[in-house]
């Protein structure tokens, strides 16, 4: 398989998503999502973890057979019990993948699992195996993989890869590593395993550092051809990397990435809200792409800018993400151009400079009692000051 130049996406709001504490969902809500992703266009979507519950086990099974457009997957512990109940809930996919995994880092496999590496191996083969004979599109994971050792990842990679893996996914599990040496990471992956050509290398980073972004952007640089990623950065902990952040990244910088998503990115916005909706997470106002304030502008210098040439101050068409437009927020720090601008939308002119200057007088006192200034309040300072002349 040469390096190709489609990342696929790999949404697991569903899965380790629900690992946020205090995001579980019902399994109309899952298929609600589940379809909204399929709108976007995800690649794969990680509907849940079989095994955990009858719950889980019932999402999987219904997701997998409203679902036509994604390829639907369930996560497997390496153990033939849990992927027999993955395949059981995939069994009427259209197109199904089992995702297992096993950790290999010397603290996971010393004190979690209390195995030897060699026996990880061993385990990890089998489950591959396994995992083969329901399905040809098996994605194995060396859990903990940011903290484990190079020459133990080549090893059991290459093994999980003979035994049949088409998908190998490299998860920072706990937020750990910093984009330079996670990229280094996988630049040495693809390089020393020698049948690294036959499955796609995927990474899966946590943000308990505020990098999972970052670093699953330095693996693309690097080889990686899937990122797997949740609406809003929903997810165990400090979260997942954030769907809307990788796949915005990497459309606005193509020059640098060289990859394309088949994501229909104007369905992100509403995917962000209904996942918001749903869980009770809020969205803060300043997170980047979804974020109330995501394309709002309040300074007087950059609303001018914006008024004369919209590039000036934004790099990205607020459209293009599911957002209406982009906003002028008027406030203490707006400038003439904004306010007038804003007027005028209203209907509101002005026959001669000095009428707009004092309405614009008016308007900047107001502004610093009140944090946001409503086109309401707009209309009746303006009557106020006509009023008074
Ligand atoms: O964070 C992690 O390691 C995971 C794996 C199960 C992929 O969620
Ligand atoms: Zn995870």
Redo the contacts with the bound molecule.
């Keep these: 398989m040469s390096v190709s130049d489609h990342l696929v996406i790999f949404d ?1 709001t569903l ?2 998503g629900e ?1 946020s504490p205090g995001a579980s969902m019902t399994k109309a809500e899952k298929l609600r999502i589940a379809k909204t992703l399929e709108k976007m266009k995800v690649d794969v979507i990680e509907a849940g973890f079989a095994i955990a519950s009858q719950g889980d086990f019932e999402s999987v099974k219904a997701i997998a057979e409203s679902i036509k457009d994604s390829r639907i997957c369930s ?1 497997a512990r390496a153990l033939d019990k849990d992927i027999d109940r993955a395949a059981e809930a995939l069994k009427n996919a259209n197109a199904s993948r089992i ?1 297992t ?1 096993i950790a290999t880092s010397p603290i996971h496999m010393q004190y979690k699992l209390q195995m030897q590496p060699d026996d990880v191996v061993e385990q990890a083969v089998k489950a591959v195996k396994r995992a083969r004979n329901y399905t040809d599109d098996v994605e194995f ?1 060396c ?3 940011g903290r484990s050792e190079l020459d133990f990842l080549c090893r059991i990679i290459e093994a999980a890869i003979d035994a049949g893996a088409t998908t190998i ?1 490299i ?4 937020g750990y590593a910093i984009p330079r040496q996670f990229g280094i990471l996988i630049n040495d992956l693809i390089k020393n395993i020698p049948n690294a050509d036959k499955a796609i290398f995927s990474v ?1 980073c ?1 943000n308990d550092l505020g990098l999972a972004v970052g670093n699953s952007l330095e693996a693309v640089l690097n080889g990686a051809r899937q990122i ?1 990623c949740t609406i809003n950065g929903l ?2 902990r400090a979260g ?1 990397a954030s769907l809307e952040e990788v796949v915005m990244a990497v459309k606005t910088r193509q020059d640098l990435f060289n990859v394309n998503t088949q994501l229909d990115t104007t369905q992100i916005v509403p995917a962000s809200r209904l996942v918001s909706t749903i869980t009770g997470f809020p969205v803060q106002p300043n997170k980047a792409i979804v974020g109330a304030n995501a394309f709002a502008h309040e300074s007087g210098i950059h609303q001018d800018g914006i008024l004369k040439k919209r590039e000036t101050y934004e790099i990205m068409l607020a459209q293009d993400v599911g957002w209406h437009n982009n906003s002028l927020v008027l406030g203490k720090h707006s400038g003439r151009n904004a306010f007038k601008t804003r007027l005028q939308d209203l209907g509101i002119t002005f026959d001669t400079e000095t009428e707009l200057n004092e309405a614009f007088t008016r308007f900047k006192d107001l502004a610093d009692k009140k944090h946001e200034i409503f086109d309401e309040d707009l209309q009746a300072l303006v009557s106020e000051s006509r009023s008074q002349a």
């Design positions: 697991t899965r380790d690992q996560l995702h995994f994971s859990e903990d993989a996914n998860p920072d599990t706990v899966h946590h797997e997810g165990e997942n």
